[in-house]
Nanobody
Framework: QVQLVESGGGLVQAGGSLRLSCAAS????????MGWYRQAPGKQRELVAD???????NYADSVKGRFTISRDNAKKTVYLRMNSLKPEDTAVYYC??????????????????????WGQGTQVTVSS
């Protein structure tokens, strides 16, 4: 019913840049937080950055000053601009939408259920 579709991953050399995009679609009334997580091989999934609908932003310490998250609420899309990439940024990056109210047609009110959704993940590989 709700889908998150990510794009923009790939292979880049250290010091390079990439931009990830994630668009939410489906029977969505509202989304509170949208963000990005990543999971490297053998490691737990960790928060990279997230942004609430009110504009509150959080970054992991490891990406502060290098990554920038932005969000277009009207398009239900979140972006992650990644600069000065390092080999340790290599991971599968997952889009997340949290505290999502879904709705029934004509979608003029929430259906009362809050949900959390994940995208399928996009690989980011940074070579040294």
């Amino acid at each position: 019913q709700v889908q998150l579709v990510e794009s923009g991953g790939g292979l880049v050399q250290a010091g390079g840049s990439l931009r990830l995009s994630c668009a939410a679609s489906g029977s969505i009334f509202s989304i509170n937080a949208m963000g990005w997580y990543r999971q490297a091989p053998g490691k737990q999934r960790e928060l990279v950055a997230d942004c609430t609908s009110g504009g509150i932003i959080n970054y992991a310490d490891s990406v502060k000053g290098r990554f920038t998250i932005s969000r277009d609420n009207a398009k239900k899309t979140v972006y992650l601009r990644m600069n000065s990439l390092k080999p340790e940024d290599t991971a599968v990056y997952y889009c997340n939408a949290d505290q999502v109210y879904t709705c029934q047609i004509p979608c003029d009110r929430p259906d009362g259920y809050l949900n959390n959704y994940w995208g399928q993940g996009t690989q980011v590989t940074v070579s040294s």
